[in-house]
């Protein structure tokens, strides 16, 4: 919960700026630092995480950041295969003031953590404000959305996707 009454420095978009890929490095190494001298090694080092899984849709949130800031510059995007097996599709690393702004996307859901810590009423704040941010860039938004390989997903992968894994996807 916010202590002060400042509005958090995460919801100014026209402030997000992406890290350069030496700060993605020092804010891991930084994040592992605090992780080691914490008592408590369950603890969160980020003021605040949520999941959106209807309010943001992945494909949406991706080609928008792309239009917005090119290429994802996280470290799951680096590291990943360029294929669709893997949990994380692609990640950014943002400054918004001093705050820092990570997401993510999956299958199905957009994943945000950030470094300051958000009241429960800022989080539909910064969906409506991404959401309201969307046609700014929406002709470049649509041409990258349009670009995208299409694919038909089995339910079958719902089901028992131990068994079926290998075959759940086609392309079309």
């Known amino acids: 919960m916010r202590i002060s009454g400042k509005r958090p420095e995460c919801l100014d978009l026209d402030a997000w700026r992406l890290f350069a890929p030496t700060e993605v490095v020092a804010h891991y190494d930084d994040m592992i630092k605090k992780h080691e001298a914490a008592e408590d090694k369950q603890e969160m080092h980020f003021g605040s995480a949520l999941i959106f899984r209807q309010q943001l849709a992945p494909v ?17 995007t680096k590291v990943g ?25 999956t299958d199905r859901e957009v994943h945000f953590m950030i470094s300051e810590a958000l009241a429960d009423a800022d989080w539909p ?13 929406g002709n470049a938004k649509s041409q990258i959305k349009n670009s995208l390989e299409k694919w ?7 089901l028992r996707p131990q068994i079926y894994a290998p075959t759940c996807t086609t392309r079309l």
């Open 60 to 76: 949406d949130m991706y080609c928008y950041l792309k239009a917005k800031f090119g290429e994802p510059n996280g470290l799951q």
């Open 81 to 105: 295969r360029d294929d669709s097996s893997n949990w994380i599709h692609w990640d950014y690393h943002f400054h918004s003031h001093k705050a820092h702004v990570y997401i993510l996307g």
């Open 125 to 137: 704040a910064l969906a409506s404000a991404i959401k309201s941010d969307f046609k700014r860039s």
């Open 152 to 158: 038909l997903y089995s339910l079958t992968i719902l």
